[in-house]
């Protein structure tokens, strides 16, 4: 069974500043998709960045960047130049083509961005 | 191009009470995801919906809830009776088939079973 990891507590940056939020993920699949999403007060689900497990270069979304390690298992993702706007929650999450498609979350990591 | 759209966008019930949440996917998406989001835990897929059939329902508490998609466009989620532990919000997804780029999300209706 497929499973995502984040195990940092609150994380603290200063405007800016860039920051790395960390992901590891368990899969015996050789085909899978790796996402991060930012989850602001309000609720909404904001998709910022996908790597597909074949993918041989790291995805990059503007100021976000998604440091993949295969070997490793990790899937951490880079804010660089923090905002005062980049405070949320943040989900790594994993799915698979086909039928399994749905995503798998981790339990999230809270991101605050101090002037 | 439209969003996901989902009402209400809140609702408080007391408890054993039934209550629906509505969404509305976007257009040509045949894949439809109702996920339900515990406050501090990642988003649980409750079930998952292939045009207008079930792909994946296995967490989904039968015995409580149900969901439908008829047409295979707008999908409604129903809860009766609710249980405190229902509290949660419930989010919407709808994607293409490959979701090699993401999916769109629903604003989500938040759940409050007093």
């Known amino acids: 069974a497929q499973k995502i990891t984040q195990t940092q507590p609150g994380m603290f940056v200063q405007e800016k500043e860039a920051v790395t939020l960390d992901c590891t993920y368990d899969t015996s699949d050789q085909s899978y998709g790796l996402f991060w999403y930012k989850q602001p007060s309000s609720g909404e689900m904001i998709f910022l960045i996908y790597q597909g497990s074949y993918d041989e270069q790291n995805a990059t979304e503007g100021r976000y960047s998604l440091n993949f390690q295969k070997a490793r298992k990790s899937a951490n993702l880079v804010i660089s130049a923090s905002q005062l706007g980049d405070s949320a929650m943040y989900f790594c999450a994993m799915s698979f083509t086909g039928a399994n498609s749905k995503l798998t979350f981790g339990k999230g990591i809270t991101l605050s961005v101090r002037p | 191009e439209a969003g996901v759209a989902q009402s209400p966008r809140y609702k408080i019930i007391e408890k054993r009470q039934s209550v629906a949440f509505w969404c509305n996917p976007i257009?040509?998406?045949?894949?439809l995801y109702w996920y339900q989001q515990i406050l501090g835990q990642g988003p649980k897929l409750l079930i998952q919906?292939?045009?207008?059939?079930?792909?994946?329902d296995s967490q989904l508490p039968k015995d409580r809830f149900s969901a439908e998609r008829l047409k295979g466009v707008d999908s409604t989620l129903k809860i009766q009776p609710a249980k405190l532990e229902d509290s949660a919000v419930y989010l919407c997804a709808s994607a293409h088939y490959w979701v090699g780029n993401g999916y769109t999300f629903g604003s989500g209706t938040r759940l409050t079973v007093v």
């Open positions: 257009s040509g998406h045949a894949t």
């Open positions: 919906f292939q045009n207008n059939g079930v792909v994946d």
